[in-house]
């Protein structure tokens, strides 16, 4: 006795993709929004500075699906720090040292790493003499589902 199942989107009342898989059984395609909704932005930079490198739209948020970070080279004390700030509240996510070896990091985050409020992803230089490029994949979060920063921070 077999039988015939059909998922279905209740919202749309349409037949959800099920496709045969690499056995040949039948298997459902789902995929992260997070993978379909990425974009992603390249920034080098030379200089002791403050580098917005995603920006927050208007009353959204951002959040980081990716980041790779990468120096060309050491540079007696320096620093890379990166981190999200709304124009008034800064969370530093990260800080590496880059005096002793060029910086090469990099992270998929399989959760995703969510800002708050208007709060742009920046990357903070020290020395002038750095050469470093950043990669963000990123996601914007509508304003629906976008919290202000005290209960973004009451929550983490």
């Keep these: 006795m077999a039988l015939r199942l059909i998922l279905v989107d209740e919202a749309n009342l349409g037949a959800l993709d099920v496709q045969r898989g690499i056995n040949g059984s039948p298997t459902l395609i789902a995929e992260s929004l997070a993978k379909l909704e990425a974009h992603w932005k390249v920034s080098t930079i030379t200089s002791a500075t403050t580098t917005t490198v995603v920006e927050a739209k208007s009353n959204e948020s951002i959040m980081l699906t990716d980041l790779i970070i990468t120096s060309t080279k050491k540079v007696a004390s320096s620093n890379i720090t990166f981190q999200f700030y709304d124009g008034t509240n800064t969370e530093i996510m990260g800080k590496m040292e ?3 070896a060029p910086v090469n990091f990099s992270h998929a985050f399989s959760g995703g790493l969510k ?3 208007d709060a742009d992803f920046q990357i903070v230089t020290d020395q002038d003499a750095m050469e470093v490029t950043v990669m963000v994949g ?3 979060i509508s304003e629906a589902l976008t919290l202000e920063y ?4 009451a929550e983490r």
């Design 115 to 117: 800002g708050w409020k």
């Design 138 to 140: 990123y996601v914007h």
């Design 150 to 153: 005290d209960k973004w921070n």
């Design 98 to 100: 880059a005096a002793t």
